[in-house]
């Protein structure tokens, strides 16, 4: 299933070439990583150790459609507001998290049964993700572009199609979480190690530093709502459990690297 995403990347970096030979864009292409905090049915909503805890890693390459400069001519489009002042980022990404239970619920000091459960499940999930992002930079692009060392922050809001490769499992017993004497009755029938695909939205803030006249570096934190609770494998019934009633989401610190195509 990932291939179909780098499929379908290649078919947006397709279409951007084809709006670039009628319409006069240019090209940036980036790799991004960093941290990924999940938040999940692991763990106690609003608990520093969950939120630490409950940690993985994001991979990704981004393309950009920058519709101030005019490659095939070397100059710059008409100047308008939104050719000056707007980006858009197609984007293939990879996170993955190992999860577990953490807070008071886990705590060394609770000795029964649920706790000892708890404390024994663990899951992970990852996922691949493609789409696109709208950027607005409210400061003119033009002018970060034409000088090296300044600063050029944005915001940005988008969609992303995932698919996610959960795995929920305990370390009692035979490690199955469909068995009432490893799982807490709230999580019986409510987990899966099937995989799935799920629409997410996806919105940043962040800022470029101009480090040579075709390249930057970026910052970006961002947080991924997905349509879905299953992302984890976890899923009680919102009903009875309202704690867990949330969607699962993500915050994501990423690092990158950009290059300008001439």
Known sequence: MPKNFIIAFLLLFGLSNSANAQFGFSHEIGAILGPVAFQSDYGERHDFSTNMGNTGYGIGIIHYLNFSYRAECNCYT???????????RSELSYNKTE?????KWVDASRTGQ???QLR???GSTAVTNVGMQLEFFP???RDFTATIGSFAPFISLGGQFSFYDPEAYSLLGD????????TPIKYLGA?????????????????????TELSDLMVDLRMQYYFSNWVDGLNPD?????????NDWNVWFNVGYIYYLQ
């Not at 100047?79 to 858009?88: A, I, P, R």
């Not at 799920?198 to 101009?210: F, L, P, Q, T």
């Not at 919102?238 to 949330?246: G, H, L, S």
């Open 175 to 182: 490690g199955s979480l469909d068995n009432p004497t490893t």
């Open 191 to 211: 987990t899966t190690n099937s995989g799935g695909n799920v629409w997410s939205i996806v919105s940043s803030v962040g800022c470029r530093y101009k480090l």
């Open 114 to 116: 649920i706790a000892n």
């Open 139 to 141: 400061l003119s692009i």
């Open 99 to 103: 999860l577990q239970h953490f807070g």
């Open 120 to 122: 024994a499940m663990r």
């Open 238 to 246: 919102p009903t009875i459990y309202t704690e867990n009633k949330a």
């Open 78 to 88: 008409p100047e308008t507001y939104f050719n000056d002042h707007f980006k858009l």
